[in-house]
Nanobody, 124 residues
């Protein structure tokens, strides 16, 4: 099983960009689907973006399509979330997630391995 750690969060003005990184340790990283979820204060955790084991298939929440891009580098055991044109509505704790079954299961978020989260704050 992999262990996940996020970095790259911070404070940014509306319209700005951030890139989050998720570094994994453990075995079989390249066999896991990876993704990002977020949880804003007072709201439930929601799916943001996901990528399959080899990086060929991606899926995004409608709210971030065209602004966020997920990618992975299996040689570096790392996944990325490039976030552009950020808005205050993107403010949340962002969590990296991995699922050994596949992207479809990852999106549900029920059986995933989770990182500790990184705070993203977008000021208006």
């Amino acid at each position: 099983q992999v262990q996940l750690g996020e970095s790259g969060g911070g404070l940014v003005q509306a319209g700005g960009s951030l890139r989050l990184s998720c570094i994994a340790s453990g075995r079989s990283f390249a066999s896991y689907a990876l993704g990002w979820f977020r949880q804003a204060p007072g709201k439930e955790r929601e799916f943001v973006a996901g990528v399959n084991f080899n990086g060929q298939v991606t899926h995004y929440a409608d709210s971030v399509k065209g602004r966020f891009n997920i990618s992975r580098d299996n040689a570096k055991n790392t996944a990325y979330l490039q976030m552009d044109r950020l808005t205050p509505e993107d403010t949340a704790v962002y969590y990296c997630a991995a699922d050994s079954v596949g992207l479809g299961y990852l999106i549900r978020g029920t059986g995933a391995v989770w990182g500790q989260g990184t705070q993203v704050t977008v000021s208006s």
